[in-house]
């Protein structure tokens, strides 16, 4: 339930107000979308374990192994040492809802966010029936600099449940100011690796572009069925609530670290 809380959340967390009607002693939905993520920010630090949520500020993974195989094509490797930091950094540049519409906006920017590590990986890799051998053992240093999300959408009436909520349209666009990767692979001189890097970070600039055409269906397949079945079962003073609630839990926990 957590892991759809925080996805809605960060969806509708500059909404400065209730898309749908609310009466006079409803709790305000934008206040509570505001105490939720305030609360956010200063739990990741510490996590919650009561809700089964790890730190996040930095989110780390000792060792994690993993292994691919599809027609010619054989990969085993492992990454270790992952260290994520910048997930509580994010800023609301804005937001706002028109009433007539019920329509909301939202934009969020994450000023930079770094991974560090180191990843194995070796195998077989076929492309265009070409078949070569993989190995790679590289330390790996990648920040995703000026990441913005900007979109839109409208809170309605569930189609499940008539006292149910869910997000009846919605339109997501991403930006990626820049890449920098500065990874360095153990079995390359510095030119190579020096090459590799450009290249991936140019690749990856490219990527977000052409990704950017397929936001809103890869939400409509892989997250907006979850989030709307999750959001039947909740009236918009149960869901305010439940963000209100969230967050004095977190807030009771007296969260002291600085990522």
């Keep these: 339930m957590i892991a759809k809380v925080v996805l809605l959340a960060l969806l509708v967390a500059a909404a400065c107000a209730s898309p749908v009607a609310q009466d006079s002693t409803a709790i305000n939905y934008g206040d509570a979308i505001t105490q939720f993520l305030q609360a956010w920010k200063k739990m990741l630090p510490c996590g919650y374990a009561p809700d089964d949520i790890p730190v996040m500020a930095p989110l780390t993974n000792d060792f994690s192994s993993f292994q691919y195989s599809k027609g010619e094509t054989n990969l085993v490797g492992n990454t270790s040492n992952i260290l994520i930091s910048g997930l509580n950094n994010f800023e609301i540049i804005g937001g706002a809802f028109d009433t007539s519409s019920q329509k909301a906006s939202f934009d969020v920017l994450f ?136 967050a004095n839990n977190w807030n009771s926990a007296n969260c002291q670290v600085q990522a």
Excluded: C
């Excluded at 195998?123 to 240093?141: T, W, Y």
């Excluded at 890097?197 to 572009?209: G, P």
């Design 111 to 246: 000023p930079e966010i770094q991974i560090l590590g180191s990843f194995a990986i070796e195998g077989v890799m076929s492309m265009l029936g070409i078949a070569f051998p993989v190995r790679e053992v590289s330390l790996v240093n990648e920040r995703f600099q000026q990441l913005r999300f900007v979109g839109e959408y409208t809170f309605g009436q569930s189609l499940t449940n008539p006292s149910g909520l869910r997000i009846s349209e919605y339109h997501l666009q991403f930006y990626l100011g820049d890449v920098k990767i500065d990874n360095w692979h153990k079995l390359w001189d510095i030119s190579l690796n020096d090459y590799a890097n450009l290249w991936s970070s140019q690749m990856m600039n490219l990527l977000v572009k052409q990704i950017q055409p397929n936001v809103d269906q890869l939400l409509a397949t892989y997250a907006m069925p979850n989030i709307n079945a999750f959001l039947s079962a909740f009236s918009l003073n149960q869901l305010s609530q439940l963000f209100v609630n969230m």
